[in-house]
């Protein structure tokens, strides 16, 4: 799960950005318009949070911009408390929900989450792979009901492999949601955090290597274990 943040004020942009990093997202942080229409041209996200106030170029006409070239991603939009025409444009532009500043990160959280499983095409947030069950809302996974502790890179990996189960996910896919600009990308690590799942797996769930493209989980007993 990759997240770009625009936000000009460094001390929100700084607080949003160590708060998702801290729940394991990959978090790009950009401080002007400009510059996210420049990265949004090549690079996807999962999310977007958007400041309308900024540098260079204001949050509307990048969104406007976005949905233009037919791009889909949720974009949650920060407005002014005061400004109730501000909150309408977001939505008439093309935002798929608002939150005023100031707010709390825990309000901020359940938005986030809330459109990142739209994102997944998942409506309940819950998935079910043999005796593992998925619960993102939750944030926990269950073997045979027993809680899997997962640390944050493990719990976003074994999401992003659950999001498409029986379903080849690549490497570079990987990498780019599990990893952000600064963080340490490389096929080295994900083999590590891809080990690590397996041990905690079990037999209950398969992550097969599917040699120089990337892996693919499956429930055990699904007959394609190589
Ligand atoms: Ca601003």
């Known amino acids: ?17 160590r708060h998702l990093r801290r729940q394991g997202y ?16 090549y690079q996807s996200y999962d999310l977007i949070v958007l ?11 990048v969104l406007r911009w976005l949905r233009e070239r037919g791009d889909r991603t ?24 608002y ?24 409506a309940s947030g819950v998935t ?4 593992l069950v998925f619960d993102r809302g939750a944030r926990s996974a269950t073997l045979d009901g027993r809680m899997l502790h997962l640390p944050n890179r493990e719990y976003r990996l074994l999401e992003i492999l659950i999001g498409n189960v029986g379903a080849v996910v690549s490497k570079h896919e990987i990498a780019s949601q599990l990893f952000d600009f600064d963080g340490e990308a490389g096929d080295n690590a994900i083999e590590l955090y891809i080990g690590r799942l397996r041990r905690k797996l079990g037999s209950a769930v398969i992550i097969r290597t599917v040699r120089g493209v990337g892996y693919v989980a499956e429930a055990a007993g699904s007959g394609n274990e190589a």
């Open 1 to 17: 799960m990759r997240i770009l943040v625009v936000e000009d004020e460094a001390d929100l942009g700084d607080a949003v950005l």
């Open 26 to 41: 990959a978090v790009d942080w950009l401080r002007d318009g400009q510059a996210a229409h420049d990265v949004l041209s």
């Open 51 to 61: 400041d309308i106030g900024l540098p260079r170029r204001d949050g509307f006409s």
């Open 74 to 97: 949720p974009v949650l939009m920060l407005t002014a408390r005061a400004k109730i025409e501000d909150r309408v444009s977001a939505l008439d532009v093309g935002a798929d929900d």
């Open 99 to 122: 939150l005023s500043k100031p707010f709390d990160l825990r309000e901020f959280d359940a938005r986030c989450r809330a459109l990142l499983r739209r994102t997944q095409g998942v």
């Open 128 to 131: 079910t792979v043999g005796s």
